[in-house]
């Protein structure tokens, strides 16, 4: 069966065109889907962003504070961004 046409009739044969019936329906399911995969992104996205403003060195790394600097070095001098 062929997927209805917005001006065709219902299939549940409530004689009402499809957009006024089940089309909203169908529309409206896609929107909810679309909007919490973007949500759950923009989420991602704050968290990935505050995580990496931290300042914490990475676990097992061998890292010295210096306050002269403000900000970590390694172990053998060298700067970390």
């Known amino acids: 069966m062929s997927k209805p046409g917005r001006n065709d009739l219902c299939h549940c044969g409530s004689g009402k065109k ?12 896609g929107g909810n889907l ?3 995969l973007v949500g759950a992104a923009i989420i991602a996205a704050i968290v990935v962003g505050i995580t ?4 914490e060195p ?3 790394a061998q890292q010295v504070w210096s306050t ?10 060298g700067e970390i961004p």
């Open 58 to 60: 990475a676990a097992g």
């Open 18 to 29: 499809f957009k006024k019936c089940h089309g909203e329906k169908a529309a409206a399911a």
């Open 34 to 36: 679309m909007l919490v």
């Open 52 to 55: 990496s403003f931290t300042g």
């Open 68 to 77: 002269e600097h403000g900000h970590y070095h390694s172990a053998t001098g």
